[in-house]
């Protein structure tokens, strides 16, 4: 069975500061990758994503994630946190069998001015 | 294209009372998702539609919930009766598996409330 996993419920960081959200997933073979990020109210919108290649991916907003294979991890980061940056945080996996999504639980970041 | 939509927006409806969810796929996708959102338990896949065709519906928690796609552009979630606890954030998302574009897309969502 397929699962992911998002340790951190809660992130603070100040504006500014740099930000390493954690994501590990478990699955037998090379999964596909996202992450998506949810403002109150809206709907889910992809930061970035990950299939094959070059494991560091670039997204949107001046995020990235890295896929590390030997920690089966997918960790997203950005160098300098924006206010607008607050919000809840989701890394996802695709085992590209019935293109359906497993979800980690989610990361809330907060910004502190 | 203006994306996923889902009507509508916000629902408050009784207890006992019937619920219909609607959801408008992006066109040319030919997978449907319908994940439900709680704080206790996250996001939850209900069932999915590959070609108008339900394929899991595993996660629909009982019988109370059904759900239908008649044609490549709409589907329903319906829930009768409705009950407190079906109180949650309903997304429908769509995807295609042609090329290596399996990103999902969201709608904005259904916040259900039942009294």
């Known amino acids: 069975a397929q699962s992911v996993t998002q340790p951190d419920i809660h992130i603070t960081v100040s504006e500014g500061a740099s930000l390493e959200l954690r994501c590990n997933y478990s699955y037998g073979a090379t999964p596909y990758l996202f992450w998506y990020v949810q403002s109150p109210g809206q709907g889910l919108q992809l930061l970035l994503k990950?299939?094959?290649?070059?494991?560091l991916v670039q997204g949107i907003k001046g995020f990235e994630a890295e896929f590390k294979r030997s920690q089966s991890s997918f960790n997203l980061r950005k160098p300098s946190v924006h206010w607008s940056d607050a919000a809840e945080y989701f890394c996802a996996l695709n085992n590209n069998a019935g293109n359906m999504l497993t979800f980690g639980g989610g990361t809330r970041l907060m910004v502190k001015p | 294209d203006a994306g996923v939509i889902q009507s509508p927006r916000h629902e408050v409806t009784e207890m006992g009372q019937e619920v219909t969810l609607r959801c408008k796929p992006i066109?040319?996708?030919?997978?449907l998702f319908w994940y439900r959102q709680t704080m206790m338990r996250g996001l939850e896949l209900l069932i999915y539609?590959?070609?108008?065709?339900?394929?899991?519906d595993s996660g629909m928690p009982e019988d109370r919930f059904s759900a239908k796609m008649p044609n490549a552009s709409f589907s329903t979630l319906k829930i009768q009766p409705s009950e407190p606890r079906d109180s949650a954030v309903y997304f429908c998302?769509?995807?295609?598996?042609?090329?290596?574009?399996?990103?999902?897309?969201f709608g904005q969502g259904t916040r259900l409330t039942v009294v």
């Open positions: 539609f590959n070609n108008n065709v339900p394929i899991d």
């Open positions: 998302a769509s995807s295609s598996r042609r090329g290596v574009n399996t990103e999902a897309f």
């Open positions: 066109s040319g996708h030919d997978y």
């Open positions: 990950y299939f094959s290649g070059d494991t």
